[in-house]
């Protein structure tokens, strides 16, 4: 027999602990699907040295601020996952894990069924909140199934100490690669690949600012912050430290992949070890799929954060489609209490 909820949440990251912090206090009857054995989502996945591009006073959650870091500085991969595992023990929300959510389907005009690998819990409504990491994007680059040698995604990137020595191209102009590239070329014989000039942002501009731009966005105001956006490169110490080092050079991509390199633009060949893509990720919205709510550019119209073809689907943490710099942390907090508010109104009279 299905259990029944208000509300059922897949996903249990930061995005979840920010719906589950505003849905405790509607009374709504909800539960949080994790198919994760820990806290902290994606986070748990990062690599060792990864550092966030704001303070922790810009990183926190709703509710308990994220503690700032003993210098005062950007808090590394080991002190967020700190941080959300405290937050969940402090919260204590609903959460089940691990549970594995396969599908979302209708039940019925009033419910969506949630099968998973702890059997099928019924909602009223849902909250997607899946986030990205276990749907790395990486180009479809000629020759890239030839490649003899070692290829990994950033998401599965953990330090150098493999690379040592080893000549290795890291491809990506965003974070990811530019902090990847920073500490492979203390070791390694890294080339940093990019389809344009890296875009650097000033050493005093980082998340903050970026924030307080998302933020003037949604008010309607001017803004007079820079035109710059989350993807563009925040000079976090390590990054620094490459660029003092004269280390952050990035070239053109290279035309296809051989079995032992790559071709360039001017037709050299190059032999190559080792391939880092660090070319971001795709929403993880396949669960999803059997409701037919995803359209020829993989996303989910929505409305705010409630799918168009779907109306009891809400989307929390992607990215900025589905609300302003939800997929950071700050960003998840503010756009789940607007969102928990329409969704609570939407189910006392569902249209
Ligand atoms: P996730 O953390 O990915 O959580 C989703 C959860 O859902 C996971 O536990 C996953 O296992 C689970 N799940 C997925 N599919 C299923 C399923 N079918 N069934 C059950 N469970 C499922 N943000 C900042 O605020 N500041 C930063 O400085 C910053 N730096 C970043 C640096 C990098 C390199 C990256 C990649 C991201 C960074 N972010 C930063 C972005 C952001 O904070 C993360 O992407 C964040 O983890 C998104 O949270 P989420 O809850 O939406 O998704």
Redesign the pocket.
């Known amino acids: 027999m299905a259990e029944q909820f208000d509300v059922v949440i ?7 602990l920010a719906a589950s912090y505003f849905l405790r206090r509607t009374g709504l009857r909800y539960v949080i ?4 054995t820990q806290a902290g ?3 748990v996945h ?1 690599w060792d040295s ?1 550092h ?3 303070p922790a006073s810009y ?1 926190s959650l709703p509710g308990w601020p994220m503690p700032d870091t003993p210098d005062g500085g950007y808090p590394t991969r080991d002190e967020v996952l700190d941080y959300l595992r405290r937050y969940e023990a402090r919260y204590a929300p609903p959460i089940r894990r691990p ?3 396969e599908c979302v389907e209708r039940a019925n005009g009033k419910l969506l069924t949630v099968r998973t690998s702890a059997g099928d819990f019924l909602g009223r409504a849902v909250i997607g ?6 749907a790395p994007f990486v180009p479809d680059v000629a020759g890239r199934d030839l490649f003899g040698g070692t290829q990994l995604h ?1 998401s599965h990137y953990r330090n150098a100490a493999p690379f040592a020595g080893r000549r290795v191209l890291v491809v990506g102009g965003g ?2 690669g530019a902090q990847i590239m920073a500490e492979l070329s203390l070791v390694a014989q890294a080339t940093w690949v990019t389809l344009h000039d890296p875009i650097f942002l000033p050493d005093d501009v980082d ?1 903050r600012v970026l924030f307080e731009r998302a933020t003037a966005r949604v008010l309607g105001g001017p803004s007079a912050m820079p035109t710059s956006g989350f993807g563009d490169i925040v000079m976090v110490p390590p990054v620094r430290a490459a660029r003092e080092r004269g280390v952050l050079h990035a070239v053109r991509p290279f035309v296809r992949v051989t079995a032992t390199g790559v071709v360039w633009p001017d037709g050299r060949e190059e032999a190559i070890d080792r391939i880092i893509w660090c070319t971001g ?1 795709r929403p ?1 919205l396949g ?1 999803f799929a059997s409701l037919d709510v995803i359209e020829p550019d993989d996303l989910i119209r929505v409305n705010g954060q409630q799918a168009v073809r779907e109306p009891r689907l809400w989307l929390l ?2 990215g900025s489609w589905c609300g302003p710099a939800s ?4 960003g ?1 907090g503010r756009v789940a209490r607007s969102m928990v508010r329409q969704l609570a109104a939407w189910l006392a009279s569902p249209i």
């Open positions: 897949v996903g249990g990251g930061q995005a979840a699907l994790d198919n994760g989502g994606a986070w990062g990864l966030l591009f704001s990183s549970v594995m959510v909140a899946t986030g990205t990491w276990s950033s974070n990811s998340g990720f993880a669960v943490g992607y997929a950071t942390l700050l998840a």
